[in-house]
């Protein structure tokens, strides 16, 4: 029983979709049933935007915001319709996560809770359209730099703006979910002493374990728990070890077991971070674990929790972590 707090599904629909393929076929018949199946605690599904680079068709600034508008606006229609329709729970009001703790309720809709990775291309969209579309979640940068934060990929010495502390406040005014993941040292250090708004890193591990720049040091796991927030586990093997050898889902444990030993079990959920297509257990792609490269396989995660902590451990590393920040994050005072 997972809740995965993130996945890239909403950036592989709109490349469906400009392909001139049937998405709601696609979700209907081929995501929702493995969602379903093998998370079926939910998902925070982001508007996962890509920055300019050589492998993106726009080329400009004003090419990209054009681009995000016609992500989002599809993104936010598509979801619309999906709920209409009875298929999914859009979770905007985070108490609606109340029924979903009952683990023999399996009729009701499918929960997400929609979010932006990375807001390089929001030019034309403004924070209360975005939110009064229904979602719930930010992070501020993908790995690039923006106008209002520093990813890990850009100056080391640059942190937030002054654009980035203006849309901070606006985050916590309406208890959005913030995400530090892909943020540099500098930006984490300058959000966490801006705010003591409850922070998640939705897909990050550990970088005592692995030092890779997307992977959190123990001060940053520490403040993260500090103040309540989540930190997701991900499945990325290059964020599990840079030894091949150590690439496995048993090392990946190693990482769950260390962040237990230096903060405790109540801010541990699961943030896979399943690749493009390895929904598809034809097309695999080798981001993963040999034992844990896509959803079909989180039953071997599962079993791997329960065989290694006790059954209250287990279970609130794979959904009732996340539940209880949501439910703090929507009560808590501004």
Not at 112 to 125: D, F, P, R, V
Not at 260 to 282: A, M, T
Request: glycine share 6%; aromatic share 12%; proline share 4%.
């Amino acid at each position: 029983m997972i809740f995965d707090s993130h996945s890239d599904i909403p950036a592989d629909l709109f490349s469906y979709h400009q392909r001139g393929l049937n998405t709601h076929n696609i979700f209907k018949n081929f995501f929702l049933p493995n969602l379903k199946k093998y998370v079926p605690k939910g998902s925070l599904m982001v508007l996962w935007h890509r920055p300019i680079d050589k492998y993106t068709p726009y080329k400009t600034k004003e090419e990209m915001a054009e681009n995000f508008n016609a992500f989002f606006n599809y993104s936010i229609n598509f979801f619309n319709e999906l709920e209409i329709k009875g298929n999914i729970k859009l979770i905007k009001d985070y108490n609606d996560i109340h029924p979903y703790l009952d683990d023999t309720n399996n009729s009701l809709p499918y929960p997400i809770i929609l979010g932006i990775e990375g807001l390089c291309g929001i030019k034309n969209i403004t924070m209360e359209t975005i939110y009064n579309s229904g979602v719930r979640h930010i992070a501020m940068t993908w790995n690039d730099e923006n106008e209002f934060a520093t990813g890990v990929g850009a100056n080391n010495n640059r942190g937030i703006t002054n654009q980035g502390r203006e849309l901070i406040d606006y985050i916590v005014e309406k208890h959005i979910i913030l995400d530090v993941s892909h943020v540099n040292d500098k930006s984490f250090d300058e959000i966490t002493s801006y705010t003591d708004h409850p922070i998640i890193a939705s897909h990050s591990n550990s970088y005592s374990l692995c030092e890779h720049r997307r992977n959190l040091t123990d001060k940053q796991i520490e403040t993260i728990a500090s103040r309540n927030g989540i930190i997701g586990i991900n499945q990325y093997k290059y964020f599990i070890s840079a030894q091949k050898e150590n690439q496995t889902l048993e090392y990946l444990m190693e990482h769950i077991d260390y962040m237990i030993k230096l903060i405790g079990s109540d801010n541990i959920s699961c943030g896979f971070d399943f690749p493009l297509r390895s929904y598809d257990i034809e097309e695999l792609l080798s981001y993963g674990p040999e034992n844990f490269q896509g959803i079909h396989q989180t039953p071997e995660f599962i079993n791997s929790l329960n065989q290694n902590y006790t059954k209250d451990i287990a279970d609130k590393i794979a959904f009732k972590n996340f539940y209880r920040f949501l439910l703090k994050l929507q009560n808590k005072p501004k």
